[in-house]
């Protein structure tokens, strides 16, 4: 079955969320909360179906395609609970390390690993350290012996091989190197590792993080992978990746938080109306639902993007992440204020007290792969460089990326690389369709609406954003300028996707509308827009609205949130397949 799911088949097979008694429900995912317990029979029925391998490329035995049918997958069964992740998809850094540079003999033991359901641990970052990688203290020394303690690491408890940073010289990104721990081999003396649970977390409760004790551990000759001094720069290349994965699951969480806060507001009585009809709340869901509407389409973008530019993604991916994290974080605020009490109850909510679970999810998703600071701090130094590029990207390469039914060549994960190479097609190729882009939204626009002047001011903004890279760079300039730039690139960069994202499938039918229907971008350009200056979305209510219709009209067919929306699994459908 494997070969073939899908996330509709998926859906099917996980059943309705909200049904109390499916045990891969949202009471089930509370209940074990409740209990830091791991989502066991969940995760054994994913990997029945061949979930696991849904990101192992085919040599390997995999089924992966492409990366945005992955985001759609993984969001489908995240929407459930979020922890499946990790429970099923951890290793995704390491198999990527041992893609970019491990022997073929290497590859093929982690494959075997991988397919059978096992685990590859990815043992990176150090209690006294967090992301200052360069300062890393766990040591290979010259007689082939581990010294030293990592910590938080993914499946670290349970993992059948571990893929270890460690220092080899003294200073510099070229003092790491890579080694494979097989700990079914025999080969590696399990009397001297140390594994042991990892400080417990708040949110993603029950999931297997430890921290890994090397106590001289004798590495064999062999287990070292790709050359002296590469380790620490195949292992940021190779983090690219599963940042696209952690979009999946903000995503998976922001549907649910919309969704369980939708339908009680629906549904909730306040005098002769619903609370949903109310103008404070109404505006509340317009925000979260333009919040949500901007980071599906980052996120689909930024997934089709790695495919045909991976050279640009040490910026793209980064920056991709940052709006879908903060995106997802504000709609769990604005749902909150909807919900009022509701949203903290651990029981008798909408949801069954799903939500308060979610609001910590995510906060631990927000910061597993890097914390928001190091994730601007990883890229705002390239970005007076890439922002002075004036080459402007092909038609077809534009085409590829953006038109969500266009063939998406091979992922080449060797592309990757420290630095963004080449132009930002994104920002790059925006004057090339911001015109046009005006003229069709002139057509489409209520008169209280300026969209197409805000496309104009989008485009200003982005030409503005190069004087302020060089001034940031000054003597004498504020500190923060470079970080607080990535911050307004990010949210103009996620902008410029959705005007691409529109221009490029006009023709075709997205978020459940009529082919060419502005609703959802203007919304979703109002909401990106006034994050990028810094100003409260809520200010700019009546151009969100439709966003709010948009995702109603999803909810209401049980539809999944995305651009090209999925059934959802319902009681009400199965009562009715069941009697057909």
């Known amino acids: 079955m494997s070969a073939g799911l899908t996330p509709e088949a998926l859906e099917q097979l996980l059943g309705d969320p909200a049904d109390p008694a499916n045990p891969y429900g949202w009471a ?107 300062a890393g203290e766990v040591r290979l020394d010259a007689n082939g012996l581990l010294h030293g303690e990592k910590w938080l690491v993914g499946n670290g408890l349970r993992c059948e091989a571990i893929y270890v940073v460690a220092r080899t010289g003294e200073r510099g990104p070229g003092a790491f190197t890579s080694v494979l721990l097989d700990l079914t081999d025999g080969t590696i003396d399990l009397d001297d590792l140390t594994r042991l649970p990892a400080p417990l977390t708040g949110g993603m409760r029950g999931i297997d993080l430890a921290t890994l004790r090397f106590n001289a551990l004798p590495v064999p000759w062999d287990a070292q992978v790709g050359k002296e001094g590469e380790g620490l720069e195949v292992a940021i290349r190779a983090q690219q990746a599963v940042r696209l994965m952690s979009m999946a699951g903000s995503l998976g969480i922001a549907d649910t938080a919309l969704r369980v806060t939708g339908d009680f507001a629906a549904e909730r009585r306040v005098g002769r109306t619903t609370l949903s009809a109310t103008p404070y709340a109404a505006r509340e869901l317009a925000v979260a639902s333009a919040a949500l509407l901007a980071a599906d389409a980052v996120a689909l973008a930024a997934a089709r993007g790695v495919h045909v530019v991976p050279e640009a993604f040490s910026v793209w991916g980064l920056a991709a992440k940052h709006l879908v994290a903060e995106a997802a974080e504000d709609l769990l605020r604005r749902c909150g204020t909807v919900l009022a009490t509701r949203s903290v109850l651990r029981e008798a909510a909408p949801g069954d007290g799903v939500f308060q679970k979610l609001q910590r999810d995510s906060a631990v998703v927000r910061v597993i792969d890097a914390s928001p600071y190091a994730n601007l701090r990883a890229y705002c130094g390239q970005l007076p460089t890439l922002l002075n590029g004036t ?190």
């Open 28 to 134: 089930a995912a509370v209940a074990r909360d409740e209990t830091d317990a791991f989502p066991q029979q969940l995760c054994e029925t994913l990997r029945d179906v061949g979930f696991h391998l849904n990101y192992l490329p085919k040599q390997w035995g995999g089924t992966f395609e492409s990366f945005d049918r992955s985001l759609t997958l993984v969001r489908t069964a995240a929407r459930r609970d979020v922890t499946i992740m990790p429970g099923t998809m951890f290793s995704i850094i390491a198999a990527t390390c041992l893609q970019l540079h491990g022997t073929t003999e290497q590859q093929e033991r982690v494959a075997r690993i991988l397919r059978g359901g096992g685990a590859v641990a990815f043992a990176l970052t150090e209690a006294d350290h967090g992301s200052d990688l360069l």
């Open 391 to 580: 080459e402007v990207p092909e038609p077809e390469t534009l085409r590829r990326i953006f038109t969500l039914d266009a063939e998406l060549p091979p992922y080449e994960p060797a592309r990757l690389d420290l630095i963004a190479r080449g132009v930002d097609p994104v920002l790059g190729g925006l004057p090339t369709v911001a015109a046009s882009v005006r003229a069709a939204l002139y057509d489409d626009t209520p008169v209280y609406d300026d969209t197409p002047g805000v496309v104009a001011c989008l485009v200003e903004a982005v030409a503005d954003l190069l004087p302020r890279a060089e001034a940031a760079r000054r003597p004498g300039a504020d500190p923060n300028a470079l970080a607080d730039l990535a911050v307004r690139y990010a949210w103009l960069h996620g902008a410029a996707a959705c005007v691409h994202l529109w221009w490029a499938n006009r023709e075709r039918p997205l978020y459940g509308a009529e082919p060419g229907a502005t609703g959802w971008l203007r919304a979703a350009l109002g909401y990106l827009l006034a994050r990028a200056e810094g100003t409260g979305p809520q200010w700019d209510g009546p151009r969100l609205l439709p966003a709010l219709d948009t995702l109603t009209a999803l909810r209401e067919q049980d539809l999944l949130f995305t651009a090209a929306p999925v059934p959802l699994a319902t009681t009400h459908q199965e009562a009715a397949d069941a009697q057909g």
